[in-house]
């Protein structure tokens, strides 16, 4: 049967070690219903029931930390609480209290981040920002789809290029916008497009 054999409370925290080596960090109260104290034998199933118990505030005060800074798909709470060593079940009671509190909510998350990241990138460059942060690739689709509509690529590719290009009738020029563009995430089109546009003289484009 396992033992506690190590109990470092801090800041209403414990660090539970058992048969020698770190368990989980609980909360401190919880530890102490759950009578977790240096010596006590305790099953695997029981262990295990009070681990979820004391880590699941513990859990929920980082989480609720990591929205404070900035809004965060589920996907990356449940990276970051992962990567805290937090059990499985632990992790999924949380983030299922976040989002019934409306804390954590993917669709919202999405439109709000593309709408930030519309203002300088080409909807190739969005869709791929919201599925690095975890959004469903369904999900990023339709949310680009939405934001972009109405809205000429193609105005917007010639836009960036001018407020950054000011030289036309080279093939070098062509080149380094058409690079711009494809890292600013318009499509290889329109990317194309533009290029032309300054591989051209002033004078050919009339």
């Known amino acids: 049967m396992p033992e506690i054999t190590g109990v470092r409370e801090r800041r209403e925290k414990v660090r539970i070690f058992v048969d020698g080596e770190f368990w989980a960090e609980l909360d401190a109260g919880v530890a102490a219903e759950c009578g977790l104290r240096e010596g006590a034998v305790f099953s695997r199933e029981d262990l ?38 937090y059990a499985e079940e632990t992790v999924e009671s949380v983030v299922v209290r976040l989002g019934e509190l409306g804390y954590i909510d993917d669709a919202e998350f999405a439109r709000m981040k ?27 689709r339709e949310v680009v789809e939405e934001e972009f509509a109405g809205r000429s690529e193609l105005g917007e590719a010639r836009s960036a290029a001018a407020r950054r290009y000011n030289v036309r009738g080279s093939d070098a020029e062509a080149r380094r916008v058409y690079g711009f563009l494809v890292r600013r995430g318009y499509s290889a089109e329109v990317c194309a497009q533009v290029a032309r546009e300054y591989r051209q003289s002033p004078e050919a484009q009339g």
């Not at 909807?123 to 975890?134: D, H, M, T």
């Open 48 to 85: 295990e029931l009070a681990r979820v118990a004391g880590e699941r505030p513990v859990a929920m005060g980082r989480a609720l930390n990591l929205l404070g800074y900035r809004a965060r798909s589920e996907a990356e709470i449940r990276t970051r609480l992962r990567r805290y060593g």
């Open 114 to 140: 593309a709408r930030e990241k519309a203002r300088r990138y080409g909807p190739r460059r969005v869709s791929a920002e919201l599925r690095q942060s975890g959004v469903g690739e369904a999900l990023a």
